[in-house]
């Protein structure tokens, strides 16, 4: 038995739940099946909306690279892609084409071109952000109500202690 960090009346019986649940989790394994169901649903139902919409893996990363961003520049999004500047500026063309972005002058150096979304590039990312969602809550919403309360603390958590300022992720560095 591990020692009691807070007295049993200082938490909340749902937070007591869920402390006593992460105890008994049950192996690594189990969750990772488990994940990987969520993912693969996520997934192919956002593969489904990629094809409904016309758009492809790469078009779509560069919408959201944009959006997540304060400035990004047709480089920088090459540089995040993996891919030369000119493939970048391929991809930027496209969804230019499309209405979904838009490129600026770079005020400091006009050389540089930095991108933007437009409202209809913010508007398909808002059909994809809810489409996620729902698939989301589809899962979460047939657990008992003590599990969801779990699953919104956690994301809760997320939301407000696993982001920067700019919209980042905080990640701890990798081993290898």
Not at 8 to 13: A, E, I, S, V
Not at 68 to 88: H, I, K, N, Y
Not at 105 to 124: M, N
Not at 170 to 176: E, P, Q
Request: hydrophobic share 45%; net charge positive.
């Amino acid at each position: 038995m591990r020692p009691e960090r807070h007295s049993q009346g200082l938490l909340d019986p749902v937070v007591q739940a869920a402390r006593d649940e992460l105890g008994a989790a049950g192996l690594p394994g189990d969750q990772i099946l488990v994940l990987r169901a969520i993912w693969r649903d996520l997934l192919t139902g956002f593969a489904s909306q990629l094809s409904t919409q016309g758009l492809g893996f790469l078009q779509m990363t560069t919408l959201y690279a944009v959006a997540g961003t304060g400035t990004l520049t047709v480089a920088d999004l090459g540089e995040l892609l993996g891919r030369s500047p000119s493939a970048a500026s391929r991809i930027a063309t496209g969804l230019e084409q499309r209405g979904l972005l838009r490129r600026m002058e770079e005020v400091a150096d006009r050389r540089q071109r930095l991108l933007a979304l437009t409202p209809q590039g913010g508007a398909v990312l808002a059909v994809f952000d809810r489409a996620r969602a729902d698939q989301f809550l589809s899962v979460v919403r047939p657990l008992p109500m003590a599990d969801r309360a779990m699953v919104a603390m956690a994301v809760t958590a997320l939301a407000s202690r696993a982001m920067t300022r700019g919209g980042r992720l905080i990640k701890s560095a990798t081993t290898g």
